[in-house]
């Protein structure tokens, strides 16, 4: 059973910039895809980004966010256990609980229904 954590989450000024982790445990077979949320209070899971398990060649950012966030991965491929968000030019709109989460199958980003397993989330505060 696969499951994920996030962490690196905290409290950032305006402006600054900060990294999230995903990292994941057991078999990571059928989990081809990993797709960042966030969900700020009151609000719906807004779909951020997916990147491709095996490797950077399929990434796909939300409009709202690709010219600030990027997503990554650990580069040790054999043993690749860990994702990253960076998040640049923060804004106090972006503070939210952070989710990653994983699916099968390709298309439908942006739609979380599709995606099977999720982590507990790590919180972001934006100060102005």
């Known amino acids: 059973q696969v499951q994920l954590v996030e962490s690196g989450g905290g409290s950032v000024e305006a402006g600054g910039s900060l990294r999230i982790s995903c990292s994941t445990s057991?078999?990571?077979?059928?989990?081809?895809?990993i797709g960042w949320f966030r969900q700020a209070p009151g609000k719906g899971r807004e779909w951020l980004a997916t990147?491709?398990?095996?490797?950077?060649?399929?990434?796909?950012?939300?409009d709202s966010v690709k010219a600030r966030f990027t997503v990554s991965q650990d580069d040790h491929y054999r043993t690749r256990r860990a994702w990253y968000l960076k998040m640049h030019y923060l804004k106090p709109e972006d503070t939210a609980m952070y989710y990653c989460?994983?699916?099968?199958?390709?298309?439908?980003?942006?739609?979380?229904?599709?995606?099977?397993?999720w982590g507990q989330g790590t919180r972001v505060t934006v100060s102005s």
């Open positions: 990147i491709s398990k095996e490797g950077c060649s399929t990434i796909y950012y939300a």
């Open positions: 989460a994983t699916k099968k199958y390709d298309g439908g980003w942006s739609q979380p229904d599709l995606y099977t397993t």
């Open positions: 057991g078999n990571m077979y059928g989990h081809n895809y």
